[in-house]
C-alpha cells in the first residue's frame, strides 16, 4: 500500500477541514487492506509515521484541546462543589461581614464594642418588617447544563436553583436563628409550571412567606421574567385561542353524538380560567359518581389538587412590576435546633418581623421598628449581661442565649406580658388561617397520592 505524504501535508496545511477529509482517506485506504488482507500488519506498524510526517497529529490535539475547553466552560456550573457554592456563598459573605465588623470595633472599650456589635446586628435584620411583605431575589440564568433538548430551562434544574434561592432568603430574613445552630428541614415542594424559560435567558427566582402554623410554614418561589424577555404573554394568547376553539368543537360533538350538554367540569391549573371535563359525571367537591375501574384515591388526589391549584391560582398572576411568572414552587419546611422543631412564629418574631410597626428615635431621627422589640432586647441583655454590663460580642452575637432560648427559652416564660412572639402577629390571625386553608391543600392531595395504586379499587 502506498500513502503520499507529500498530498497528506498540503492537505493538513489547508486547515481543520482539509484534515478531516485527509483522515477519512487514510481509514478508507486501510479499510480496502482489511478487506483485500494485502499488506495490513505493515499499513498499521506505518500509520504514525505517516500520521506523523503529516503533521495531522499535532492539529487534531489542538482541535481536541479546544472542543475539551468549550465544552468545560459550557458545563462549568455543573462541575463538582460548584452547586456548594453557590448555596454557601451567602452564609460565608455574612460571617466575614461579622468579622470585618469585629476588627472595625477592635480598640473600643469592651461595653462600648458590646453595643455596637449590637447594632450592627440590627441593621441585617429585617426589623418592621411584614412577613407577607418580605421578598428575596435571586438572579440566575439558563446555561447550557440546565437546559434540556428542548432549548428551555430543565424541569431538573428548577429544583436544582430553588437551592441557593432558598439559602439566601433564610440567611438574610433569619440571621438570628442560623447563628444559634439552626437549620431547615425540608418536607415537600410542588412545582407548577406556568411557561418555559428559554435557554440563555437570565430570570429571576421571587422567594416570599406564603404561611404558617405551630409547626410549619411555606415558601412561595416565583421564577419570573421581565416582559421584554418573556414569551408568556404570546403564549397566553395563543393558548386561550386554542382552547376558545376547542370548547366549540367539543360542545358541538357531544350534542352531535346524543350525549348530555352538561359536563361537570373541575378549575385547571391555568390562569386564563379554563376547565377540563371530569369522566362520568365527577365533581370537584367530593360528590362524584365511582367509576366501575376508578381507583377511589386517584380521585381523592385529582379533586384535593385540583381545589388547591383553584385556590392558589393569584400565585401565577404577573408581579406588580410587571415581571411575567413562568413557574410557581410552594415549600414545606420547618425550623429546627438540632431534633427540636421551633414554632415558625418564634423564629419570625426573634429576627424581627411583626405585622405592625411603630415609629422609634434614635437620635438622627424616626424609624421603624416592630412593637415588641425594646423586649427582645431586654429579653437577651439579661441572659447575656453581667454585672449589669453588655458583653463586647453583643447580646445577639451569643450563640448560647439564642440557642437556649430557641430550644426551648421560650416555653419557660410564664409571665404572659412577656411572651412577646404571641402578640406578634395578632393583626393577621385571620389572613394566616386563610393562607393556610388554601396551601395546605396542596399537601393534602400529594398525601393521597402514596395511597395511589394501594386501595383497593371500587366496585
Not at 506523523?52 to 465544552?71: D, H, Q, S, T
Not at 441593621?123 to 418592621?128: A, D, E, F, Q, V
Not at 432586647?377 to 452575637?397: D, L, N, V, W, Y
Not at 399537601?443 to 394501594?454: N, P, T
Request: proline share 5%; aromatic share 8%.
Amino acid at each position: 500500500m502506498a500513502l503520499n505524504p507529500t498530498a497528506i501535508n498540503a492537505l493538513a496545511s489547508s486547515g481543520p477541514s482539509a484534515i478531516a477529509i485527509q483522515a477519512v482517506r487514510i481509514a478508507q485506504t486501510y479499510a480496502r487492506c482489511l478487506v483485500s488482507g494485502k499488506d495490513l500488519t505493515a499499513a498499521l506498524l506505518g500509520l504514525p509515521t505517516t500520521l506523523r510526517n503529516a503533521g495531522v497529529g499535532a492539529k487534531l490535539l489542538k482541535l481536541l484541546k479546544a472542543l475539551v475547553c468549550v465544552l468545560v466552560v459550557l458545563n462549568l456550573r455543573s462541575f463538582p462543589l460548584i452547586w456548594h457554592w453557590r448555596v454557601l456563598r451567602w452564609g460565608s459573605g455574612l460571617r466575614w461581614a461579622n468579622r470585618f465588623q469585629r476588627l472595625q470595633t477592635i480598640t473600643y472599650p469592651p461595653h462600648i464594642r458590646g453595643r455596637l456589635q449590637d447594632k450592627y446586628s440590627e441593621s441585617m435584620l429585617p426589623l418592621g418588617q411584614h412577613p407577607y411583605d418580605y421578598v428575596s431575589k435571586y438572579t440566575s440564568f439558563a446555561s447550557f447544563d440546565e437546559s434540556d433538548l428542548f432549548m428551555h430551562l430543565s424541569n431538573s434544574s428548577y429544583a436544582k436553583t430553588l437551592d441557593p434561592a432558598r439559602v439566601k432568603m433564610g440567611l438574610q430574613m433569619l440571621p438570628l436563628f442560623f447563628k444559634a445552630g439552626g437549620w431547615v428541614a425540608l418536607s415537600s415542594t410542588h412545582f407548577h409550571y406556568v411557561c418555559e424559560i428559554p435557554i440563555l435567558s437570565s430570570f429571576e427566582v421571587r422567594t416570599r412567606i406564603g404561611a404558617w402554623d405551630n409547626k410549619w410554614f411555606y415558601v412561595v418561589s416565583k421564577f419570573v421574567m421581565p416582559p421584554s424577555k418573556s414569551k408568556k404573554g404570546a403564549n397566553k394568547a395563543r393558548s386561550q385561542a386554542r382552547k376558545v376553539g376547542t370548547s366549540t368543537t367539543n360542545g358541538n360533538a357531544l350534542h352531535a353524538n346524543g350525549s348530555s350538554s352538561t359536563t361537570s367540569t373541575e378549575p385547571s391549573s391555568s390562569t386564563t380560567g379554563a376547565t377540563t371535563p371530569y369522566p362520568n359525571g365527577q365533581t370537584i367537591n367530593g360528590s362524584a359518581t365511582a367509576t366501575a375501574n376508578g381507583d377511589s384515591s386517584l380521585k381523592v388526589v385529582d379533586q384535593l389538587l385540583a381545589q388547591a391549584q383553584a385556590e392558589v391560582s393569584d400565585a401565577e398572576e404577573d408581579e406588580p412590576d410587571g415581571w411575567k411568572v413562568h413557574t410557581v414552587a410552594v415549600s414545606r419546611s420547618c425550623f429546627k435546633i438540632g431534633r427540636i422543631t421551633v414554632p415558625p412564629q418564634v423564629v419570625f418574631a426573634l429576627n424581627g418581623l411583626s405585622s405592625e410597626t411603630v415609629g422609634v428615635s434614635n437620635g438622627k431621627g424616626v424609624v421603624k421598628e416592630p412593637p415588641h422589640w425594646p423586649q427582645v432586647r431586654e429579653t437577651f441583655t439579661k441572659a447575656t449581661a453581667k454585672g449589669g454590663k453588655i458583653p463586647a460580642t453583643g447580646s445577639f452575637s451569643d450563640t448560647k442565649a439564642l440557642t437556649k432560648f430557641l430550644r426551648g427559652g421560650w416555653k419557660e416564660e410564664t409571665n404572659e406580658d412577656l411572651k412577646w412572639w404571641d402578640r406578634t402577629f395578632d393583626t393577621v390571625q385571620e389572613e394566616n388561617a386563610d393562607r393556610m386553608r388554601k396551601l395546605h391543600l396542596l399537601i393534602g392531595g400529594l398525601l393521597e397520592a402514596e395511597r395511589v395504586g394501594v386501595s383497593k379499587r371500587a366496585n
